[in-house]
Structures are given as structure tokens and as C-alpha cells.
């Protein structure tokens, strides 16, 4: 009778680790998870600042326009300075609209986010 022999493949006696998902990497707290966060939090932000830097010109520029131009506050409409109008009432779609574009593009980054993490 012959000797029976067994042939098994060279890479089962050496095993390979098995890649982390960027979701186990960013649970786990590795160094990649890290990276992944603070890039996240990183364009997250850059577009808060943004928005901030846009509100403060928007609202800040009303009474900077007063100082350099002081007959603006001369201007009436139905009896309102222009100037308490576009502070009053003028200002608030101009806000709503900065909140969503805001809005918009934080859920961008999110997506974007995890179609990077889904694609590790």
C-alpha cells in the first residue's frame, strides 16, 4: 500500500491579516481611524468657518457701510431707514439661505465621508 500524501496551499500555513473596513479602523481608534476622523472634522471645519467668515461680512459689513457712508442712514422707505429695514427684515433670507447651503455642503462632506470608508 502507498503512503498517502496531503498537499495543502503554502498560504494557509501563513496566514495574511485581513484588512480592517475604515469603520472597524475608525471603532477600533487605530491610527487610520484617526486620520479618517480628523479628515472628516477637518472639511467639516473649513465650511463652518466659511460660513462664519460670510455671515460676519454680510452683517458686519451693514454698520462698516454706516461709518464709511454716513448719508445711507438718510435713505427712508415708508418712512423706515433703509438701513433698520436691511437689518430688520432683509438680512433673515440671507441667513436661511447661507444655513442651507451650510446644510448642503456639511451632507456632502458626510457622503463623501462614507463613500471613502465603504471603499476601504
Known amino acids: 500500500m502507498t503512503e498517502r500524501v496531503r498537499i495543502t ?3 494557509t500555513a501563513g496566514r495574511r491579516p485581513r484588512h480592517r473596513s475604515g469603520t472597524e ?3 477600533a481608534q487605530s ?3 484617526e486620520v479618517y476622523m480628523r479628515s472628516l472634522i477637518r472639511s467639516q471645519l473649513r465650511v463652518a468657518i466659511a460660513v462664519l467668515v ?3 461680512l454680510g452683517v458686519g459689513g451693514i454698520p462698516l457701510l454706516v461709518w464709511l457712508a454716513p448719508s445711507a442712514t438718510d ?10 429695514a436691511v437689518l430688520g427684515v432683509a438680512i433673515y ?3 436661511v439661505v447661507v444655513g ?7 451632507e456632502r462632506n458626510e457622503r ?3 463613500d471613502l470608508i465603504e471603499r476601504r
Not at 100 to 106: E, F, K, N, S, T
Request: glycine share 12%; no cysteine; hydrophobic share 55%.
Open 93 to 95: 433670507p440671507g441667513l
Open 75 to 84: 435713505l427712508d422707505v415708508l418712512g423706515v431707514p433703509v438701513v433698520w
Open 9 to 11: 496551499s503554502p498560504r
Open 31 to 33: 491610527a487610520v481611524g
Open 112 to 114: 463623501a465621508f462614507s
Open 54 to 56: 460670510a455671515i460676519g
Open 25 to 27: 479602523e475608525i471603532d
Open 100 to 106: 442651507w447651503l451650510y446644510v448642503r455642503q456639511a
